[in-house]
C-alpha cells in the first residue's frame, strides 16, 4: 500500500454522502446522515464547497435548489445563513466540516471530497487543509482536481490524498475543459505533480489501465463509486479495493 495510504481507508465500506435516506428525513451530507453511518459502523464520504465569507460548507451541488428552498449558489451566502437553510424539507442543516467532524468524533473514518471548478481556486481546499489538520481522527481529502491534491502535499503532508477521476467523461460538466485537461484527467497524465495516496474511480468505468496499473504496478489503493447494484458491487470486488456506496447496507 501507498506511504500515506493508511490501512482504514479500505477497511470499511464508506457511505456515500453519509448513510442517507430521505424517505426516512435523513438527507445526504447532514448530521443525521453522518450519525447513521456511525450507526451502522461505516466509513463516510461527505463534500465540501466553499461559502461566501470562507468556510468549508458540507453540501454537494454548487447551487441550492436541489435541497432547500434557496436557489442562489452555495458561494452567494456566508456560512450563518448557509446554517439556517432547512435541507430537503427537513430540520436538518447545511453544516460546516467542523460541525460535521464533530459529529463524528474520530469514531469512523471521512474522507471529504474537496469540489472543484477547475480555476486554480485554492481558498477552499486551504480550509480544509486547516480544518482536518487538527483532527485526532481517520480522515482523507481527495478532488477531482489535481491543482488542489497538489497543494494539499504542501498545506497538509499528514493527511491522506486522493484523486477522483472517470475514463468515460459525459458527465455536461466537462465540456467546459479543455480537451488536454480532460485526457490528462482520464488517463492520470498529472500524476506526478498530484502526488496521490489512493484513488477514487468511477466503478461503471472499471476496469480500465489507469487504476490497473496504479494498483498492481504502483500499490495504489482504490476506491470506486458509487456502488448502488449488484452487478456494481461484482466490479467493485473484482477490481477495488474499497467502496463507496448509496441505497443499500454492505
Not at 450519525?35 to 465540501?48: H, K, L, P, R
Not at 455536461?172 to 502526488?195: G, I, N, T, W
Request: hydrophobic share 45%; with cysteine; aromatic share 4%.
Amino acid at each position: 500500500m501507498a506511504a500515506n495510504a493508511p490501512a482504514w481507508l479500505t477497511a470499511r465500506p464508506i457511505a456515500h454522502r453519509g448513510l442517507h435516506d430521505r424517505a426516512a428525513g435523513i438527507p445526504e451530507n447532514t448530521l443525521a446522515a453522518a450519525q447513521a453511518a456511525v450507526a451502522g459502523g461505516y466509513a463516510i464520504e461527505c463534500d465540501v464547497q466553499l461559502s461566501a465569507d470562507g468556510e468549508a460548507m458540507v453540501f454537494h451541488d454548487v447551487a441550492l435548489g436541489r435541497l432547500t428552498d434557496v436557489g442562489d449558489p452555495v458561494a452567494a451566502l456566508d456560512a450563518a445563513a448557509l446554517g439556517r437553510l432547512g435541507v430537503a424539507g427537513t430540520g436538518e442543516r447545511i453544516p460546516t466540516l467542523s460541525a460535521f467532524l464533530s459529529a463524528i468524533g474520530g469514531r469512523v473514518p471521512l474522507v471529504v471530497e474537496v469540489k472543484s471548478r477547475f480555476m486554480v481556486d485554492l481558498r477552499l481546499v486551504r480550509r480544509v487543509a486547516e480544518v482536518v489538520s487538527g483532527q485526532d481522527g481517520p480522515v482523507a481529502v481527495k478532488s477531482f482536481d489535481p491543482t488542489l491534491v497538489a497543494a494539499l502535499a504542501d498545506l497538509a503532508p499528514a493527511i491522506p490524498r486522493g484523486i477522483v477521476g472517470e475514463t468515460n467523461q459525459d458527465d455536461p460538466s466537462y465540456a467546459a475543459l479543455a480537451p488536454s485537461l480532460r485526457r490528462s484527467l482520464s488517463d492520470l497524465l498529472h500524476l506526478s505533480e498530484s502526488r496521490p495516496d489512493f484513488l477514487s474511480w468511477r466503478v461503471d468505468d472499471l476496469p480500465c489501465a489507469a487504476t490497473h496499473l496504479c494498483r498492481r504496478l504502483g500499490g495504489m489503493p482504490v476506491m470506486t463509486w458509487t456502488v448502488r447494484t449488484p452487478d456494481q458491487r461484482a466490479l467493485a470486488s473484482a477490481h477495488a479495493d474499497q467502496m463507496v456506496f448509496e441505497g443499500f447496507r454492505p
